[in-house]
């Protein structure tokens, strides 16, 4: 099953947010103000590949990566997001930098793309993340 792509991201937070991805750094590296939408096509222009993960011994080299960060640089929030080759491209995210299979992202999987990634707080401060996908 080929890589999801993911088109967009939502940043629907007080924070700026900074994107790396471990497949194709830092070509597709990319910034989001804070509540803002920005395309993540990369340098190369081609949106980006969401990497496939079936387990924490290939988290490290195999995932997505986007942090919220206040005007000093403080790290206020983390997604990181992967799709799990095991579980028919099914989309995972975790509110911190490592491998969880407790956050899968509902209407997700058989490896389509993702137009838009929503992230942003609920009314009780929780983080919350989103997927459309077509």
Do not use: R
């Amino acid at each position: 099953m080929s890589n999801p792509l993911l088109v967009a991201v939502a940043n629907a937070t007080q924070y700026a947010a900074t994107l790396t991805s471990t497949n194709n750094s830092p070509k597709d590296n990319s910034q989001f103000s804070l509540f803002s939408t920005g395309f993540t096509g990369g340098t190369d222009k081609d949106n980006i590949k969401i990497p496939q993960c079936s387990g924490p011994q290939w988290y490290e080299g195999h995932h997505i990566l986007i942090t919220g960060q206040d005007a000093n640089g403080v790290v206020m929030w983390t997604v990181s997001l992967w799709s799990n080759d095991q579980n028919n491209a099914v989309l995972y995210w975790n509110n911190t930098d490592g491998y969880s299979e407790n956050n899968p992202l509902p209407g997700t999987g058989g490896g389509q793309v993702i137009s838009t990634l929503f992230i942003g707080f609920d009314p009780s401060g929780n983080l919350f993340v989103h997927a459309n996908s077509y």
